[in-house]
């Protein structure tokens, strides 16, 4: 039933559609037993719930999922939904969108899921669902229009590829159709399947129904012929009479199905082999026949459904493939009916914790696990073994993984007296039980035996004092640059700084080695040199050898003088160079780092030597951007530019600085200069933020999307896109670009804000709402995002957050000049909301409670009231505490001097509430000055770490917890106020 294929080429998949014009037919039953038995058979299978209305076939394979629920596993939905929000951002007005651009999305392989079973022969199950699951899927799935995808998109073309892609990847694909006549059940009947497999009930709406649709797709397929299986289903034998006329009927309204088969003897024989009788035992849970019969049932319907894979197979397929064991049978049969069947905690722990996570964390509690695992080499024998790791050598998404787990038991944390604070597997037997963590082990053995082996030798460089002999060369420098850049972000940053230092030490030989050369090519040539002015001289000197041995020894001692000053000035010279190579890469090394003032002297220090230096003197522009000094970056950047007036990394640093002190007109001059001599997309995405900034938006769309051609993975052009929508007031776009760009970086801050604002404008408060929540998990300083959500909360009636909000906003706002567009638009904010005058500058501290953790919320709220009780009216806690995702091990944050006294108090009385509920804990207290410009003194954040496991008597509830998001520091963009609650974008 596959395309036959070129000579040699693997056939063809075959692509079958479950369809029933009528729900409750057990179709889906059907179709997950047929994927089973075909997959049991060494197949490579494809499942797709397309039926979007009423998704329940990843219920047959729940005990086989990670992600049970799919409360973060995307589906069918956002794989259609994706694809049109990016066409719809990428079709510039009054354009066409390019026929060939959609196939680089066509692949909804990304979105499938594979079964945690081990088939036989390698065989394989996936799963596309219908989608992610949670209060907003209906609201995706309703919204989605299917007539624009088609009409506008090129949705028939789109998916005509998809089919083709799936069909090479796999052998069968399995179709899971919507029930009745409507968009999506005209694609899996009629444009996608390769067989049509129509299931209904013996009663005449679902038998005339099924076969008018079978009848359409017959006829509509005249072209690309497609074979038809009717199925009857939910059989039952009592009324012989009655059931004898209905299947009479059946016949009748289906009598030329299947239309291969020669005879109707012939169909009616399949008729009967195929029909699914009702098994009350299976109307209670979405069971597998596979696990719920036994396979010498004769009653069952594990026969009919094996049946049916012999008909759509040809005879490939007639029986299910390596039946489990009676063990296993009653093992998966306990999962399914909810009963605890002798399964490992730490195993279920350990699923609970993974699924979940999204799919960005997910990534990075696989990175976590296997740092968690000793592999095993082959060659050595032996197993994998868990070990303790180091938390400080994690990166920041592995570390904000743990607490997650640590909660679910699955990791532990402690101190190690000689490796500090340490991260452990709870249970050892993880490595061995849970299946998950065993596959990934297995698929990336050879990477990870790499990374041991690589960790060995940095411990004996270590050992040696960081010695050069003991970094890599040769072979092993060569594999360890092609595994940073394939694999850098499976590297700590002391392997980093290991492989970075190794070829550090090679381009330093390197350079030497030619420097040595160069310089023995000089003495060859100066020895060649004398000896030919030798020669003639001693011809001379045969002639008047009497008058001129003087002068011959002058000239000879002249010229050995020459030479040692032409060496020594060229080892002076050599020398510089080398030093100033050396504090330009410091310099770079800490402005990477954040340490500005370093970086500042070690650039100063190069430019001290050799002023003609161009690299350090952009260098210190640099550092001088990043402080937001930007008249001295300018001057910087001016000084590279007169030594190499066509530097464009001169050009391009200048051009920010010129953005920065918004000087339009200069930026933008600049920027063109460097787009004159090559394609940068950091200068196009600049230049798109001028031309937004003077309302040119056209001019600004065009340099956003060119910015996209170059560097599609970087999602802030796709911000700058949907700033653009949103200001044209264009909010369904806008959406689209922002929920592109999250696609790319789910912890993107403008991103987030960008959507609030959109929904916000568009009237939908609840979805504006939760855009501005993870804005505000991510950047808790922002009074942008603060403001914007005070506004939501407001118009949602919630008057006393919309305050606090509103409060907070007006707050920051006070703090920067810059700001006073915020300031006004906060203070209206406030003043709608009470009747009490407004101070716009607060004469007492503000204190304002972080938390980490879901589950510390009360404790949270007792810190609050105790700090208030004893505040004597030197301060209040201001608005309820937030949920923050920067991680921290505790500390009360005050940003001036004359706020110390009150910071102390604060520490006291929050350690004492703490001790008083069995928690021990210190908090640092930290002074953060550079910080100063961005809150009004009396400012003071006190940061709770979670609380969880501090007090071993206090065991935690298990619940489900937000996904984690990563601390960054945004390139704000501004939103002016025109009217509270209808922003219009303007980024700066």
Same mark, same amino acid.
């Given at each position: 039933?596959?395309?036959?294929?070129?000579?040699?080429?693997?056939?063809?998949?075959?692509?079958?559609?479950?369809?029933?014009?009528?729900? %409750?037919?057990? @179709?889906?039953?059907?179709?997950?037993?047929?994927?089973?038995?075909?997959?049991?058979?060494?197949?490579?299978?494809? #499942?797709?719930?397309?039926?979007?209305?009423?998704?329940?076939?990843?219920?047959?394979?729940?005990?086989?999922?990670?992600? $049970?629920?799919?409360?973060?596993?995307?589906?069918?939905?956002?794989?259609?939904?994706?694809?049109?929000?990016?066409?719809?951002?990428?079709?510039?007005?009054?354009?066409?969108?390019?026929?060939?651009?959609? @196939?680089?999305?066509?692949?909804?392989?990304?979105?499938?899921?594979?079964?945690?079973?081990?088939?036989?022969?390698?065989?394989?199950?996936?799963?596309?669902?219908?989608?992610?699951?949670?209060?907003?899927?209906?609201?995706?799935?309703?919204?989605?229009?299917?007539?624009?995808?088609?009409?506008?998109?090129?949705?028939?073309?789109?998916?005509?590829?998809?089919?083709?892609?799936?069909?090479?990847?796999?052998?069968?694909?399995?179709?899971?159709?919507?029930?009745?006549?409507?968009?999506?059940?005209?694609?899996?009947?009629?444009?996608?399947?390769?067989? /049509?497999?129509?299931?209904?009930?013996?009663?005449?709406?679902?038998?005339?129904?099924?076969?008018?649709?079978? !009848?359409?797709?017959?006829?509509?397929?005249?072209?690309?012929?497609?074979?038809?299986?009717?199925?009857?289903?939910?059989?039952?034998?009592?009324?012989?009479?009655?059931?004898?006329?209905?299947?009479?009927?059946?016949?009748?309204?289906?009598?030329?199905?299947?239309?291969?088969?020669?005879?109707?003897?012939?169909?009616?024989?399949?008729?009967?082999?195929?029909?699914?009788?009702?098994?009350?035992?299976?109307?209670?849970?979405?069971?597998?026949?596979?696990?719920?019969?036994?396979?010498?049932?004769?009653?069952?319907?594990?026969?009919? #459904?094996?049946?049916?894979?012999?008909?759509?197979?040809? %005879?490939?397929?007639?029986?299910?493939?390596?039946?489990?064991?009676?063990?296993?049978?009653?093992?998966?049969?306990?999962?399914? !009916?909810?009963?605890?069947?002798?399964?490992?905690?730490?195993?279920?722990?350990?699923?609970?914790?993974?699924?979940?996570?999204?799919?960005?964390?997910?990534?990075?509690?696989?990175?976590?696990?296997?740092?968690?695992?000793?592999?095993?080499?082959?060659?050595?024998?032996?197993?994998?073994?868990?070990? $303790?790791?180091?938390? !400080?050598?994690?990166?920041?998404?592995?570390?904000?993984?743990?607490?997650?787990?640590?909660?679910?038991?699955?990791?532990?944390?402690?101190?190690?007296?000689?490796?500090?604070?340490?991260?452990?597997?709870?249970?050892?037997? /993880?490595?061995?039980?849970?299946?998950?963590?065993?596959?990934?082990?297995?698929?990336?053995?050879?990477?990870?035996?790499?990374?041991?082996?690589?960790?060995?030798?940095?411990?004996?460089?270590?050992?040696? @004092?960081?010695?050069?002999?003991?970094?890599?060369?040769?072979?092993?420098?060569?594999?360890?640059?092609?595994?940073? #850049?394939?694999?850098?972000?499976?590297?700590?940053?002391?392997?980093?700084? +290991?492989?970075?230092?190794?070829?550090?030490?090679?381009?330093?030989?390197?350079?030497?080695?030619?420097?040595?050369?160069?310089?023995?090519? *000089?003495?060859?040539?100066?020895?060649?040199?004398?000896?030919?002015?030798?020669?003639?001289?001693?011809?001379?000197?045969? *002639?008047?050898?009497?008058?001129?041995?003087?002068?011959?020894?002058?000239?000879?001692?002249?010229?050995?003088?020459?030479?040692?000053?032409?060496?020594?000035?060229?080892?002076?010279?050599?020398?510089?160079?080398?030093?100033?190579? *050396?504090?330009?890469?410091?310099?770079?090394?800490?402005?990477?780092?954040?340490?500005?003032?370093?970086?500042?002297?070690?650039?100063?220090?190069?430019?001290?030597?050799?002023?003609?230096?161009?690299?350090?003197?952009?260098?210190?522009?640099?550092?001088?951007?990043?402080?937001?000094?930007?008249?001295?970056?300018?001057?910087?950047?001016?000084?590279?530019?007169?030594?190499?007036?066509?530097?464009?990394?001169?050009?391009?640093?200048?051009?920010?600085?010129?953005?920065?002190?918004?000087?339009?007109?200069?930026?933008?001059?600049?920027?063109?200069?460097?787009?004159?001599?090559?394609?940068?997309?950091?200068?196009?995405?600049?230049?798109?933020?001028?031309?937004?900034?003077?309302?040119?938006?056209?001019?600004?769309?065009?340099?956003?999307?060119?910015?996209?051609?170059?560097?599609?993975?970087?999602?802030?052009?796709?911000?700058?896109?949907?700033?653009?929508?949103?200001?044209?007031?264009?909010?369904?776009?806008?959406?689209?670009?922002?929920?592109?760009?999250?696609?790319?970086?789910?912890?993107?801050? !403008?991103? +987030?804000?960008?959507?609030?604002?959109?929904?916000?404008?568009?009237?939908?408060?609840?979805?504006?709402?939760?855009?501005?929540?993870?804005?505000?998990?991510?950047?808790?300083?922002?009074?942008?995002?603060?403001?914007?959500?005070?506004?939501?909360?407001?118009?949602?009636?919630?008057?006393?957050?919309?305050?606090?909000?509103?409060?907070?906003?007006?707050?920051?706002?006070?703090?920067?000049?810059?700001?006073?567009?915020?300031?006004?638009?906060?203070?209206?904010?406030?003043?709608?909301?009470?009747?009490?005058?407004?101070?716009?500058?607060?004469?007492?501290?503000?204190?304002? /409670?972080?938390?980490?953790?879901?589950?510390?919320?009360?404790?949270?709220?007792?810190?609050?009231?105790?700090?208030?009780?004893?505040? *004597?009216?030197?301060?209040?806690?201001?608005?309820?505490?937030?949920?923050?995702?920067?991680?921290?091990?505790?500390?009360?944050?005050?940003?001036?001097?004359?706020?110390? $006294?009150?910071?102390?108090?604060?520490?006291?009385?929050?350690?004492?509430?703490?001790?008083?509920?069995?928690?021990?804990?210190? /908090?640092?207290?930290?002074?953060?000055?550079?910080?100063?410009?961005?809150?009004?003194?009396?400012?003071?954040?006190?940061?709770?770490?979670?609380?969880?496991?501090?007090?071993?008597?206090?065991?935690?509830?298990?619940?489900?917890?937000?996904?984690?998001?990563?601390?960054?520091?945004?390139?704000?963009?501004?939103?002016?106020?025109?009217?509270?609650?209808?922003?219009?974008?303007?980024?700066?």
């Amino acid at each position: 039933m596959s395309s036959s294929p070129v000579s040699g080429e693997k056939p063809l998949g075959t692509i079958i559609t479950f369809y029933s014009y009528k729900g %409750g037919t057990g @179709r889906s039953m059907a179709m997950a037993n047929v994927a089973w038995i075909l997959a049991s058979n060494g197949l490579k299978v494809l #499942a797709i719930d397309w039926d979007l209305e009423a998704p329940g076939l990843h219920r047959y394979f729940a005990p086989f999922l990670v992600d $049970k629920e799919l409360t973060s596993t995307e589906g069918l939905i956002d794989f259609v939904n994706d694809y049109a929000t990016e066409t719809m951002t990428r079709i510039p007005d009054g354009e066409t969108l390019n026929t060939d651009w959609y @196939r680089q999305h066509a692949d909804i392989l990304q979105y499938a899921v594979s079964l945690n079973w081990k088939f036989p022969d390698g065989g394989t199950l996936d799963l596309v669902p219908a989608g992610r699951q949670g209060s907003t899927y209906s609201t995706r799935v309703n919204l989605f229009n299917w007539q624009t995808f088609y009409d506008k998109l090129g949705g028939g073309a789109f998916l005509e590829v998809a089919r083709e892609m799936m069909r090479e990847e796999y052998d069968y694909i399995l179709i899971d159709s919507r029930t009745g006549v409507s968009d999506t059940s005209g694609i899996c009947t009629v444009q996608m399947p390769d067989a /049509l497999v129509v299931c209904f009930t013996l009663n005449n709406q679902s038998v005339e129904g099924a076969s008018a649709v079978a !009848e359409s797709a017959f006829q509509q397929r005249s072209q690309r012929p497609v074979r038809i299986f009717p199925v009857q289903t939910r059989v039952e034998p009592f009324e012989k009479r009655k059931l004898d006329l209905r299947k009479e009927y059946a016949r009748s309204k289906f009598a030329r199905f299947p239309d291969h088969l020669s005879s109707r003897r012939d169909r009616d024989v399949y008729m009967e082999e195929v029909q699914f009788q009702y098994i009350p035992f299976y109307a209670y849970e979405e069971l597998l026949a596979i696990f719920g019969d036994r396979p010498d049932e004769s009653l069952s319907l594990l026969k009919p #459904a094996e049946r049916l894979t012999s008909y759509l197979t040809d %005879g490939r397929v007639t029986q299910l493939g390596a039946p489990p064991d009676k063990e296993k049978r009653e093992e998966i049969l306990a999962i399914y !009916e909810g009963r605890v069947f002798d399964i490992d905690p730490a195993v279920a722990n350990a699923n609970a914790a993974y699924s979940r996570l999204g799919p960005e964390e997910q990534a990075a509690a696989q990175r976590l696990l296997k740092r968690l695992v000793r592999v095993a080499s082959p060659s050595e024998g032996g197993e994998d073994a868990a070990i $303790k790791y180091r938390i !400080e050598d994690l990166d920041r998404s592995s570390r904000a993984i743990i607490d997650l787990f640590a909660d679910e038991q699955v990791l532990t944390v402690e101190l190690d007296p000689t490796l500090g604070e340490v991260v452990r597997m709870t249970q050892d037997s /993880l490595v061995k039980k849970w299946e998950p963590l065993q596959r990934w082990l297995n698929d990336d053995r050879d990477f990870l035996l790499w990374r041991r082996k690589l960790n060995g030798i940095i411990s004996e460089w270590e050992r040696l @004092r960081e010695d050069k002999s003991a970094l890599l060369t040769g072979a092993l420098l060569d594999e360890a640059k092609k595994m940073k #850049a394939s694999r850098e972000s499976d590297l700590n940053a002391s392997e980093i700084r +290991y492989i970075d230092r190794s070829l550090h030490e090679e381009q330093e030989q390197i350079r030497i080695r030619l420097q040595h050369q160069a310089q023995q090519e *000089k003495v060859e040539s100066s020895r060649i040199e004398i000896e030919q002015q030798s020669q003639a001289l001693k011809q001379a000197e045969q *002639k008047q050898k009497s008058q001129r041995w003087m002068i011959i020894a002058g000239a000879v001692a002249f010229i050995l003088i020459s030479i040692a000053v032409i060496y020594f000035l060229n080892l002076r010279r050599e020398q510089r160079i080398e030093a100033v190579s *050396k504090l330009t890469l410091d310099g770079t090394e800490a402005l990477k780092n954040g340490n500005y003032d370093e970086a500042a002297k070690q650039f100063t220090d190069a430019i001290q030597i050799n002023p003609s230096n161009d690299v350090a003197f952009i260098g210190r522009g640099r550092v001088r951007l990043a402080q937001a000094d930007y008249d001295q970056a300018i001057s910087d950047f001016n000084e590279a530019l007169i030594l190499n007036p066509n530097n464009t990394d001169a050009l391009l640093g200048r051009g920010n600085a010129n953005l920065g002190k918004k000087a339009w007109d200069a930026g933008l001059q600049d920027f063109s200069r460097v787009l004159n001599q090559t394609k940068s997309a950091e200068a196009y995405y600049n230049r798109a933020r001028i031309y937004e900034y003077k309302k040119d938006y056209k001019m600004a769309l065009q340099d956003y999307r060119a910015a996209i051609q170059i560097s599609p993975e970087d999602p802030m052009p796709l911000v700058g896109v949907g700033n653009i929508y949103l200001q044209q007031g264009d909010t369904e776009r806008a959406i689209g670009s922002f929920s592109q760009a999250l696609a790319i970086d789910p912890n993107l801050f !403008e991103a +987030y804000l960008g959507s609030g604002n959109a929904y916000l404008a568009g009237g939908i408060n609840d979805l504006a709402l939760s855009s501005y929540d993870k804005a505000i998990l991510i950047n808790n300083l922002d009074p942008y995002a603060i403001l914007n959500r005070g506004i939501a909360y407001k118009n949602l009636g919630q008057k006393e957050n919309a305050l606090a909000d509103c409060q907070k906003a007006l707050n920051l706002a006070s703090a920067e000049s810059s700001n006073d567009q915020i300031r006004q638009s906060a203070l209206v904010c406030v003043e709608s909301l009470t009747t009490v005058p407004v101070d716009p500058e607060p004469k007492i501290a503000k204190i304002y /409670l972080q938390y980490l953790d879901r589950k510390d919320l009360p404790t949270l709220t007792a810190i609050g009231k105790s700090l208030d009780s004893q505040s *004597k009216g030197l301060y209040r806690v201001a608005g309820k505490p937030a949920l923050v995702t920067a991680p921290t091990t505790g500390d009360i944050r005050y940003y001036y001097e004359e706020d110390e $006294k009150i910071a102390r108090q604060v520490k006291k009385t929050v350690e004492e509430t703490l001790r008083k509920r069995g928690i021990e804990i210190k /908090l640092d207290l930290r002074y953060w000055p550079r910080m100063a410009k961005k809150v009004p003194t009396g400012w003071i954040e006190v940061w709770v770490p979670p609380l969880a496991g501090r007090n071993p008597t206090v065991r935690r509830p298990v619940q489900n917890s937000a996904p984690i998001y990563q601390q960054r520091i945004p390139d704000k963009p501004i939103y002016e106020q025109n009217n509270i609650g209808i922003p219009n974008a303007k980024k700066g």
